[in-house]
């Protein structure tokens, strides 16, 4: 009988090539058990190894994506892609449940301002999030949403701030969000680039667990709605990691590459056309496409 999604775990051999991927192979063979430190480490090496990017909405035969476990695997460890945030939470939770957390699946609406709209407002369950639970405690873990999104496990306590990358700040509320008439209470996530700028709402996510069949119908959503920015232009974006510390990121914006490091910008290269595109995302990412992967955006407005 073929188990059910939710019971789905990478074999010990592809915990230990995960671990290799993200550069802690040294913690492969001797695993250390399940702790905050722990946790914050794997947070910190799996987004300075693998990017936030959705690629393969764009370079692809089908612009599909491919929620199977084992399909992901392929996809990020032995090809070297990134994922969006239902492919990397997926892959994560998959991580951290085989390495002994207790993790449980999420939904999350994002606000309009992070979602490249206007307004005070959020849109329907579009991104997903991982709850761990340890010593008694419930963390808010995500790994997949690009430079606005948490490098660190946040204790799911209402006005505890906590920093992140250089002056960058987190924070989680308990508020009740409004649409159309409704009023639901869910927990927010806001972040602030400094001590001199007001918390900015990212999103809303609700404590009641997600199957991965919900996440086939975000997933879905995202991929083929001309309204998602998903299908009309392309992002990519990593970490950088140095003596353990995350430092800065290096990015893509549809056509721009550029790092950030120390509160300063540097512009690395600008893509006039799809073969320097496809030249610096190797470059910068290591990507490496088939000819029928670079030939799936041809008639996608986001081609170059």
Known sequence: ????????????????????????????????????????????????????????????????LDLDPQNLYTKVIKRGFGGGCTELNRMFGLLMKGLGFEVTMHGARVHAAAGGGDGDWYYGW??????????????????????????????????????????????????????????????????????????TPVYAFASIPFFPQDYDIITWYCETNKASWFTQKIVCMKYILKDEELVGSIVMDQDVFFMQKGGEKETLTTAKNEAERIEALNKYFGFSMTDEERNGILKLPSKL
């Open 126 to 199: 579009t991104h997903m999030v991982n709850f761990v639970y340890l010593h008694g405690n419930c963390y808010l873990v995500d790994v997949a949403f690009g430079g606005l999104g948490p490098v660190k496990p946040l204790l799911l306590e209402p006005d505890a701030v906590a920093s992140g990358v250089g002056n960058q700040q987190y924070r989680l509320s308990k508020e009740v969000v409004k649409s159309q008439g409704q009023a639901e209470g869910l927990w927010v996530y806001q972040q602030r680039t400094s001590n001199e700028h007001p918390f």
């Open 1 to 64: 009988m073929e188990r059910p999604p939710d019971e789905i775990s990478y074999t010990p051999s592809q915990l230990r090539a995960y671990l290799e991927y993200i550069d802690l192979g040294s913690e492969a063979s001797r695993t250390p058990e399940p702790s905050i430190p722990w946790l914050e480490k794997l947070i910190r090496h799996h987004i300075s190894s693998i990017p936030f990017e959705n690629l393969a909405m764009h370079y692809s035969k089908t612009h599909l």
